[in-house]
């Protein structure tokens, strides 16, 4: 049996199982779907309980902006790669990538890691050297609520906590009376680290004031403590603030930045600091099993996010400007939204009607309702994500045109008046 006839077979019976083969996408067979346990929302439950059906439906995914998927020309630039082995040191693109990315955020050094979570980790391991050792961090940051307690539970690092703002900054007072000042007290750990994250995401994709990031700096220079940022859409806050990401970048020692969010590409994460924090960086990154090997294939994706989706990001952020104008118009008056808040690509908003929670508003969102074909001229599934705090989430991205936004804003107004009129049969 030749190896083309042997392939094309396992490629069928892969096919048949409902496995992608060879870059061809595959509905999975019934109960083989998503798991609520890995989605945001579930797609699936939704899919079989839409009462409704329309003969033209659009699909706007507004969950997160890790959603996006990379276009014809990221693909290609992947496809023609020129790659080596990472762990070696000899992936050209990816190489190429960390000299970029470091470059552009104004450190000495760049590392490629998979994920965010992942390049965080490893900033806390470098950073609190000894187990036992204290980070401060914000009680509603992503690094405290969304990573599992990594710090502590791989890292063996101690978090200490420091309220959250409106705008995701702290009070400074606060934060300086969280700094230990005992050490070596055997009663208490040694204060290493304080984390900020810009934008910060429960707060709504807020973004961080230059001089809030300036005092943080100070107050850790005058304790000797090293100040790292949760940036995974800090190219967000740039574009938003019209400045280069190494300004907001001077006030910290240490960032991890997304690729895979704003920026487009299908994964990664950029790790930059001092030459010595990156040297001891690739060693907790292969710890972690982060050592890749021809990576240059993530890595030329990486490349074009930096070079072709930064300045774009404007368009989300008007997008989600546009959306949320559109919440605080809409008749009946049922979202609250503060408009000064909605800084960047993410929008939360809150939803004033008693009898409709986060969840069933999303499911709304997403299903056809009954006349919705004939009101709006086709079907419109809009995917939002229940939220913290008992919100909404919606989130713009490079897969979310201006258009998707007006069919967006249309369901949602459509919504709005299907409550409105059942409201009033029920009364």
């Not at 797609?43 to 995914?61: F, N, Q, T, Y």
């Not at 980790?121 to 950073?127: C, F």
């Not at 997403?366 to 004939?374: R, T, V």
Request: aromatic letters at 6%; charged letters at 20%; a neutral charge.
């Amino acid at each position: 049996m030749s190896l083309k006839t042997l392939c094309s077979r396992v490629a069928c019976r892969l096919y048949k199982h409902g496995v992608p083969a060879f870059g061809k996408q595959v509905r999975p067979a019934a109960g083989l779907g998503w798991s609520p346990a890995r989605t945001y929302f579930n797609v699936r439950d939704l899919e079989h309980s839409d009462p409704g059906g329309a003969a033209r439906v659009k699909r706007v995914d507004l969950r997160s902006d890790t959603v996006t998927k990379p276009g014809l020309a990221m693909r290609l630039a992947m496809a023609e790669a020129e790659v080596g082995d990472d762990v070696m040191g000899e992936d050209p693109t990816v190489n190429e990538l960390q000299e970029i990315a470091a470059n552009m955020f104004g450190m000495e050094a760049a590392l490629y890691v998979l994920t965010g979570t992942m390049g965080n980790l490893i900033s806390v391991m470098v950073h609190c050297r000894e187990r036992g050792d204290e980070m401060i961090v914000g009680d509603l940051s992503h690094l405290n609520i969304y990573e599992q307690g990594g710090s502590a539970q791989l890292a063996g690092v101690h978090s200490l906590t420091v309220t959250n703002l409106h705008d995701g900054t702290f009070d400074l007072d606060e934060l300086e009376s969280k700094i230990r000042h005992g050490y070596p007290d055997s009663h208490y750990p040694r204060t290493r680290l304080i984390c900020v994250e810009d934008t910060h995401n429960i707060k709504g994709g807020r973004v961080l004031p230059l001089s809030f990031l300036q005092e943080v700096r100070a107050l850790a220079d005058r304790y000797g403590l090293m100040v790292h940022m949760d940036g995974a859409r800090v190219m967000n806050a740039a574009v938003a603030q019209g400045v280069s990401p190494s300004t907001i970048l001077q006030h910290t020692h240490t960032v991890s930045v997304c690729l895979s969010k704003g920026l487009g590409a299908p994964a990664g994460t950029i790790l930059a600091g001092p030459k010595d924090f990156i040297s001891k960086a690739v060693r907790c990154r292969k710890a972690l099993g982060g050592g890749l090997r021809q990576s240059g294939v993530l890595a030329a994706a990486g490349k074009m996010a930096l070079f072709e989706n930064v300045e774009r990001m404007e368009e989300d952020h008007r997008n989600a400007k546009i959306f949320a104008q559109a919440l605080l118009d809409c008749d009946p008056p049922i979202f609250d939204i503060d408009l000064a808040t909605v800084e960047t690509n993410i929008v939360r908003f809150r939803i004033q009607e008693p009898s409709l929670s986060p969840s069933e508003f999303c499911t709304r969102m997403y299903q056809i309702g009954k006349g919705e074909e004939a009101a709006l001229g086709m079907g419109i599934k809009a995917l939002m994500y229940p939220y913290f705090g008992n919100s909404v989430r919606a989130v713009w991205h490079l897969g979310i045109s201006a258009k998707d936004t007006q069919l967006v804003i249309k369901k949602m107004q459509f919504v709005a008046s299907q409550i409105s009129e059942e409201k009033l049969r029920a009364q």
